[in-house]
Structures are given as structure tokens and as C-alpha cells.
């Protein structure tokens, strides 16, 4: 109970700092991007398949007469799914150039991980469902939606720098066999500088979370930590990024709710040349997974190269050709070879 008075209070009070004006800003934003991806497994059946992605976001914002911004969003549409994303909390931005979000933050970790170059297409070569090599930097940031993010302002301490700080509650429901994420506490920062003609991005994070099942308890919860730099020369960007931790609860056909150990490493570039942007990536993931309760587990492994080629046709109008190559093992061993094309358009608004 007292958790949820402290929530109840911090959020009411941030609202009712200052009067508000009565109309909202709404504005939309989305996009429509559709293709043909063509999958060559290896060893297996070649086969073509149209791909979607569909969101529309509505964003709401107004401020106060004290200069604080209010705002919040919520997706109409997420990909093919009618029903979007209608969970979002509210951001309040405040005249010091600080921001802090208020339910549904997100994790202060996983704000900071850099962007790695890759295809901007829609394919991929399809892993089996115990493959459980991680291939996001931040893959162990993980949060409940009752929380709190607080981003700095710029050149916080030093300048360049900007932090952020969050952190999570449990919902007070008895816990079930499947695990789930309780509360959690992250920082992350970006440092932001120039070095000769390139402006250098420096990215990390650590996360730390805490989780509950019934039966057998978990070894490991989520936690995790990366790093990433990323260096801007002209229409030239080249990033690498590593991530190394544990994921709790992972969903595994062959061992049930399981848990992992892992590190990525992802690096990559683009290039654009007038309307015509190039980019290349590659991703190295490694992981042990083992069932609830231990150590040590199976090794998996995925290692994918990427490459994409966008065209700008018109304002808001691009066309995508991307390919990739993927090698991957499960417990040792090799599966789920292939590579895959896509050719499509995104229309953005």
C-alpha cells in the first residue's frame, strides 16, 4: 500500500505544479512499409512472404505557465496488431532542459545503448525456439511498467555528458510459475564529443533487475551491462557495441522457463550519398542457456552479416533492398544456416 500512495502522490504532485492550459496538442505520426522478404535456409525450403510493418503513434503535449511540458503517446497501431500500444505514461520536461517519465519509463540502461548500423530492410533467417544467443546490446534491461525515469539535462557535471536514473516496483500480484520482472534500478549516461572532424558518441549502461516464480527459484535475475561508441564524420557513421549478462525466464520449447548467460558484440557503418544510403552490419552473440536453478547450460551462437541499400524516391518515400547471412548453433550445434533478401518501400508521415 505504501508503495502505491508514494506512486499516487509523486504523480499527482508533478501534474498539479501548475495550472494548465485546456486544449492539448495532439500531432500523428506513423508509417506504412511493406515488401517481399525471399528466405534461403540451408538444408531447407526456400520461401517468399510479404512483410508489414504498420504504426501510427498520437502524441499529446501542452505546457504549463510555469514553461514544465506534459506529454504522453500511445499507438494506435503496432505493426499488423489493431490494438498498439495504449500503456504509455507521461514525460515532464522541465525548464532546466531535465525530463522525468512517469509509469511505463522504460529502463535508464536501455535509453543509452548506441545505435549499430545494419540492414534497413525486414528479413532474417528464422532460429529455432531454444536458440537463446541475445542479440541486443541492452537484452537484460528490463523494467516493470510501474516506474520512474529521470533524464539529466545536457552537460550534466561536464559537457557532453548527459545521465539517466530509473527505477521499478512489483504490482503486489501473487507470483505464477512463469517468471516475471519486480522491480529493477538502472543508469545509463551518453558522453558526446568532438575528436578532429568526427563527432564521437560514447554510450553504457548497467541494470540490475529482481524477479519472482513459484517452484524452483531462478539463479540468475536480469541484470546486464553495455557499452558503445559511435563516430560521425560527414555522411560517414561507424559504431561497434558490446553487452554482456543474464536473462531470467526465457521461454524455451525444449527446457520450459529458462534462464541465460551472454555477450554480443555488433558493429557496423553507413554511408549516404545524396538520396542513396549504404549500410553494413555484423553481430556476434554467444550465450549459455540452462534450465530454472543452474549453472554452466549449452552453448548457442548466432552470428549474422547484414547489408542494405535505401533510396529516398520522394520526401518521406524510401525503397529498401537489404540482405543477410546468418550462422547459428543450438547446444553446440550447427542449425539454421541461410540467408535472406528483402526488397520493399517505407512511407512515413
Given at each position: 500500500m505504501k508503495k502505491e500512495l508514494l506512486m499516487g502522490t509523486a504523480l499527482v504532485s508533478t501534474l498539479g505544479a501548475a495550472s494548465v492550459a485546456e486544449a492539448v496538442t495532439a500531432t500523428m505520426s506513423g508509417n506504412h512499409q511493406t515488401g517481399v522478404e525471399f528466405d534461403s535456409p540451408t538444408g531447407g525450403t526456400d520461401t517468399n512472404a510479404q512483410i508489414n510493418d504498420n504504426n501510427f503513434t498520437v502524441s499529446l503535449s501542452e505546457t504549463t505557465d510555469g514553461g514544465m511540458t506534459i506529454s504522453s503517446s500511445f499507438k494506435l497501431?503496432?505493426?499488423?496488431?489493431?490494438?498498439?500500444?495504449?500503456?504509455?505514461?507521461?514525460?515532464?520536461?522541465?525548464?532546466?532542459?531535465?525530463?522525468?517519465?512517469?509509469?511505463?519509463?522504460?529502463?535508464?540502461?536501455?535509453?543509452?545503448?548506441?545505435?549499430?548500423?545494419?540492414?534497413?530492410?525486414?528479413e532474417g533467417v528464422a532460429t529455432t525456439s531454444v536458440n537463446q544467443a541475445q542479440t541486443g546490446l541492452d537484452f537484460g534491461a528490463t523494467s516493470t511498467v510501474l516506474g520512474v525515469e529521470y533524464h539529466t539535462a545536457s552537460d550534466f557535471m561536464a559537457d557532453g555528458l548527459k545521465m539517466s536514473f530509473s527505477a521499478s516496483t512489483d504490482s503486489g500480484a501473487a507470483a505464477t510459475a512463469t517468471y516475471r520482472v519486480d522491480s529493477h534500478y538502472a543508469i545509463g549516461a551518453t558522453y558526446v564529443t568532438d575528436l578532429g572532424d568526427s563527432s564521437v558518441t560514447i554510450g553504457t549502461g548497467y541494470s540490475a533487475s529482481e524477479g519472482s516464480k513459484t517452484a524452483t527459484a531462478i539463479t540468475n535475475d536480469d541484470s546486464m551491462f553495455h557499452v558503445g561508441l559511435s563516430a560521425v564524420t560527414g555522411?560517414?557513421?561507424?559504431?561497434?557495441?558490446?553487452?554482456?549478462?543474464?536473462?531470467?525466464?526465457?521461454?524455451?520449447?525444449?527446457?520450459?522457463?529458462?534462464?541465460?548467460?551472454?555477450?554480443?558484440?555488433?558493429?557496423?557503418?553507413?554511408?549516404?550519398?545524396?538520396?542513396?544510403?549504404?549500410?553494413?552490419?555484423?553481430?556476434?552473440?554467444?550465450?549459455?542457456?540452462?534450465?530454472?536453478?543452474?549453472?554452466?547450460?549449452?552453448?548457442?551462437?548466432?552470428?549474422?552479416?547484414?547489408?542494405?541499400?535505401?533510396?529516398?524516391?520522394?520526401?518521406?518515400?524510401?525503397?529498401?533492398?537489404?540482405?543477410?547471412?546468418?550462422?547459428?548453433?543450438?547446444?553446440?550445434?550447427?542449425?539454421?544456416?541461410?540467408?535472406?533478401?528483402?526488397?520493399?518501400?517505407?512511407?512515413?508521415?
Open positions: 497501431m503496432d505493426e499488423n496488431a489493431a490494438a498498439g500500444d495504449v500503456d504509455a505514461g507521461f514525460t515532464l520536461a522541465f525548464t532546466d532542459g531535465s525530463k522525468l517519465d512517469v509509469l511505463n519509463a522504460g529502463n535508464a540502461a536501455g535509453s543509452h545503448a548506441v545505435s549499430i548500423p545494419g540492414s534497413a530492410g525486414a555522411d560517414l557513421t561507424v559504431a561497434v557495441g558490446y553487452g554482456d549478462g543474464n536473462k531470467g525466464g526465457v521461454n524455451s520449447a525444449a527446457a520450459g522457463v529458462g534462464e541465460v548467460e551472454g555477450d554480443v558484440v555488433k558493429a557496423g557503418v553507413k554511408y549516404v550519398s545524396g538520396d542513396l544510403t549504404f549500410n553494413v552490419g555484423i553481430t556476434s552473440a554467444d550465450a549459455k542457456d540452462n534450465t530454472v536453478g543452474s549453472s554452466g547450460g549449452s552453448d548457442d551462437s548466432i552470428d549474422t552479416t547484414s547489408a542494405s541499400v535505401s533510396y529516398a524516391v520522394a520526401s518521406g518515400v524510401t525503397a529498401i533492398l537489404g540482405y543477410t547471412s546468418m550462422e547459428a548453433s543450438n547446444e553446440g550445434a550447427a542449425t539454421d544456416d541461410g540467408s535472406a533478401w528483402y526488397i520493399g518501400a517505407n512511407m512515413a508521415f
